[in-house]
């Protein structure tokens, strides 16, 4: 074998070791239950308590419709600043606006 170079590995890439695997199957499963107990009654729960559950989940909900309702929003002026930035001849590039300038390609030519 020539020096500085390893040999090749017999595990392949594409699968995480068992030990990992097992380690979030765990964290998934532990991090789903304390969830699920964050917002949803045990049979043991009282009716205060399944009410005070109740209201965290609708509040949520709200949230997650409000969250649509900005999402919309935001796409619609994204889209409106494309339209304006089309109509005044800017092209973006990477981050970068270049205003297109028919004069610059006229003096180039000559």
């Known amino acids: 074998m020539l020096k500085g170079r390893r040999a ?3 595990t392949t890439k594409s699968e995480p070791p068992v030990v990992v695997t097992a380690y979030y199957e765990q964290y998934k499963t532990e ?3 304390t969830v699920f107990r ?8 009282s009716q205060e308590e399944r009410d005070v559950l109740l209201e965290k989940r609708v509040e949520i909900s709200r949230k997650a419709e409000r969250l649509q309702a900005d999402k ?4 619609a002026a994204n889209q409106q600043a494309a339209r304006e930035r089309l109509g ?3 092209r973006c590039y990477d981050w ?3 205003v297109q300038d028919d ?3 006229a003096d180039e030519k000559e």
């Open 96 to 98: 970068a606006y270049a």
């Open 72 to 75: 919309r929003a935001f796409s």
């Open 88 to 90: 005044q001849g800017v």
């Open 103 to 105: 004069s610059k390609d």
């Open 31 to 33: 991090n789903i239950q």
């Open 8 to 10: 090749a590995a017999d």
């Open 38 to 45: 964050d917002y949803f009654p045990s049979e043991e729960s």
